[in-house]
């Protein structure tokens, strides 16, 4: 995906080997990762894993003529390569079928990961009935502005650009709206904002299998889906719907994440499982879907994303935030390796 010309007059196979065990990728995939421009050679890794650069150049370090590669980051384009919204690299829809298992607050601590992993992040929250994430931001008193009156300027928080129903609609109102025009105005949110270069816009589905996920599926170019669950068998039934209509939109699951997974304690370290265990294992391996994390039970999680502040920015190095950050770099992976697959956009930037 990276179309460059190649003058092969260093043999890197050492360093693909490297790499392709360093991310787990077949040796074919990470040689197109490897460019060579005269005397330098850089290496162009397609998904947001910057936590890891480090690691990954200590290891290139021990091979002979690894210390000279450059190491960037360049997102790779996913979807359909024909598709609209040519400034957002991947459009990510993150689904439950049910409420109540913390979708939104998932989405927000992923969007953060992912941006301290490197990568431009974007939110739009498509639960017009319920939008939450405004007060997850810590900006739900804002509104969009807007030059022309037909376009929004998305809203800034926390490093992130999002736009949502809930910064356009009082807080103590409600949309009482029947299903097509709420799906409209999900439409609206997304191509009537004037989003920046992103590498992610993740989409905070709604609860459920309705109107507003059939016209995400079926209008918006999504490359994928997360479905978040937790451990419990309600849970599970509902997760099992949005994978199913996903598979019949042909939309790909990239996977499965758990949330509320356990409790532990802080004192002595003992792990609780409240709701369950092994249920993301189970919704995993019954779909041949990855199982991307385990998010626990934490009252930190809840504190934050009520006083709309960002964990992972504030205590990055806790263990909730940890958790986060390798859910994150899985995604991103998982959505890079899904788009293999596809007839694949020139990268102009």
Sequence with gaps: MFFKKRQDATDISALVECVANFFGMPQQTVNGWFMQDGGQLSLNLPFACASRHQALRDALNNLDGGDKVQIRQNVAFGGDAKRGHRGIRNLLAVASGKGGVGKSTTTVNLAL?????????GIL???IYGPSIPLM????????????NRHMQPLQAHGLVANSIGYLVPADDAAVWR????????QQLL?????PQLDYLLIDMPPGTGDIQLTLAQQIPVCGAL????PQNIALADAQKAIAMFNKVNVPVLGVLENMSYHQCEQCGHKEFLFAQGGGEQISQQNAVPLLGHIPLDIHIREYTDAGKALIVEKPDSPISQAY??????LAMQLYQSGLNCVQA???G
């Design 191 to 195: 191509n009537e904002t004037l989003w």
């Design 346 to 348: 020139i990268d102009i």
């Design 179 to 186: 299903g097509p025009m709420a799906s409209k105005a999900l």
């Design 113 to 121: 990961a992912l941006r301290r992993e490197g990568a431009r992040v």
């Design 125 to 127: 929250d498509a639960d």
């Design 137 to 148: 931001l810590g900006n739900a008193d804002m509104q969009p502005q807007s030059s022309d």
């Design 227 to 230: 479905v978040v669950t937790t």
């Design 325 to 330: 950050a390798q859910a994150a770099r899985a």
